[in-house]
Every structure is written in structure tokens, then in C-alpha cells.
């Protein structure tokens, strides 16, 4: 039987960039033939982020997809990618999406004890850490994580009468204001699911330019200069 997989985009003003277009066109082609069910979903004219993703993973669960992947309407990735990221054998993995800023190279994803706790799985060459959060630009959730989710979250009627989880929001923890993928990964540890990123992974980021970077090599770069420092 093949797999069953969603890909949702989220296109908030109906447009996605004709480079995402491309790489989706591609990840068809190889799905094809590859014997992976890949269907897409674009949620669009929503107006918060949160109730579009809550959208897709809804419609994951109720048409028995094995997973969803996530992808932002202004990303470009390669076929090799996608295939690589859904035969990873985890619940929850992203690729590290370099933010578009000028001034310095940051990405999506957040680890509040530090760049040191982050560890290696050599078999996988996949990264984690104990309070790792990743954003959803570019992430895979399988049915088990859904489910653990969608279990977890508050439940509300949508006004055309289906039963929904309120799964991703921001909120106030702490005294700290926390984005929507924070809180979906926050969630998903607390109930046994790691978050995980695959650094070999290096989609690209599109604004006024492309936004590209190597994640590992920025990891590696900030680790030696901690290093310095603690040195001198």
C-alpha cells in the first residue's frame, strides 16, 4: 500500500512563489514514483497563521494521511529533500530555514539551554536537544505525533460545524511570548515526541533576495568561537 502524505502550505494572500512551485512540481514527480500518496492542501485567506496549520493537520487526521509535512509558500527545496525528510524514522524532524535578515545569520530554530546541548545522532546525522523548538517552513509530523497532538489540545466547534484542536497558538509562557511552531514542539516533548533537524537538508528562503545558508557549519563557526572565549 503506498504512503500517504500531505503537503500543506499555508497561502495566506492565495500566492505562492514560482520557485515553490517548482520544487513542489518536482516532489510530484518523485513521489510518482516512488509509491508515495502525495496530496496538497493550501489554506488560504485565513487570517492567523495558527488556524490554517490547525487546518491542515485536521484534515491529515480525518483522511487518514500518514503524515503531513509542512512547507511555507516561500520556500525552495529539491526532490531528494522531501523524499530524504519523510524516510527519516521520527515523529517530528524540520530543516534549519536561515531567517531573512541582513545583519546576521539566524534560523528557525530555538534551543534556550544552548548551542552545547545540541547532540548528534550519528546513525541519522539528525540533531536534537532536550528543549529544541524548530519552526514549521519546512517540517514533517507523522500520524503518531497528529494524534498526540490533537489528544493534547483544547477542542472547538469551526463555524461550519467540524470538530477541531486548537493545536498551535501563541501565548504567553513564563513571561515570554511564544510563537505558534515553539508551542506545537514544546508540547510534543512534553509528551515523549523529540524534535528533531536534519542539517543535510538546506532549503532556500525567498524575500526581496534568497536567503540560503549552511546550518551546520553556522553551528560549528558559533561553537569555536564559545570555545575562544572560554580559552581566554
Known sequence: MARRILLGTPAHDWACDVRYIHSFGMTVKACAGNNVDLRWLFPAGQSLIQQARNELIYEAMTNGFDDLVFIDADQGWTAEWFMRLISLPVDCVGAPIRKKTDDEITYNVKVRGGVDTIIIDHETGLLTAPDMAVGTGFLRLSRHAMQVLWDNSEKYS????????????????????????????????????????????????????TFKGDFLAWLNAIKDRQALQRAA
Not at 178 to 192: F, I, M, P, Q, Y
Request: glycine share 8%.
Open 158 to 209: 469551526a463555524p461550519d460545524g467540524r470538530r477541531m484542536a486548537w493545536i498551535f497558538d501563541v501565548r504567553p509562557v513564563n513571561g515570554e511570548l511564544v510563537s505558534e511552531d515553539t508551542h506545537v514542539c514544546d508540547k510534543l516533548r512534553a509528551h515523549g515526541i523529540p524534535t528533531w533537524i536534519d542539517p543535510s537538508i538546506l532549503p532556500e528562503h525567498y524575500g526581496l533576495k
